[in-house]
């Protein structure tokens, strides 16, 4: 069975601060997987999907690493933002029960503080 | 403007009572989600629709139901069997259903059982 889990929790870091989020997954046999971005009270919104073949994708500040070998993704943020205080979930995609699905982690809460 | 609508943004329950929650997008997208939302867990998959007129029980369906009468609507009822309905229901669309498959998320109903 996939599971997801994202480490550390909760993560406060002071603006400007370079700073990199884990994703890591039990079973390498993804399609992609994607990362969200979720402000409190609010709905996902997809910041950036690397598929399986691939090893990053970049937009802005933003990459997102992965090795499917050893389960495993990182979000970088450069130069962090107050603006970028949020909750970020990893989500990998899946073929389980006849169907494609994402099985999502649990989420890191960044506070960049000004 | 495109987008995926939910109503209410709030929505109290007494026991015993069903509610449903409403979910429209105007993105000509055929394939809708229902997921639910736990602190200090992942999102989980309630119910999927790939087209109008079929939908399939995701990993947490029981107390749950779902109608897809029409392609920008996908209401989510909470019956009285679920038991423990208090949660962040997110409303999700895309293209289509498959191996890459980018959601686009709605902003979300909390639910409250008093």
Redo the contacts between chains.
Sequence with gaps: KQE?TQIP?ALSVPEGENLVLNCSFTDSAI??L?WFRQDP??????LL?I?SSQREQTSGRLNASLDKSSGRSTLYIAASQPGDSATY?C?V?TFTSG?????????TRLKVLA | DGGITQSPKYLFRKEGQNVTLSCEQNLNHDAMYWYRQDPGQGLRLIYYSQIVNDFQKGDIAEGYSVSREKKESFPLTVTSAQKNPTAFYLCASSIAQGITDTQYFGPGTRLTVL
Excluded: E
Excluded at chain 1, 41 to 46: F, I, N, Q
Excluded at chain 1, 99 to 107: P, Q, S
């Design positions: 997801v929790a399609y992609n994607q009270g609010k709905g996902l919104t997809s999907l598929q979930l989500a995609r169907t494609y699905k994402y099985i999502f982690g649990t989420g």
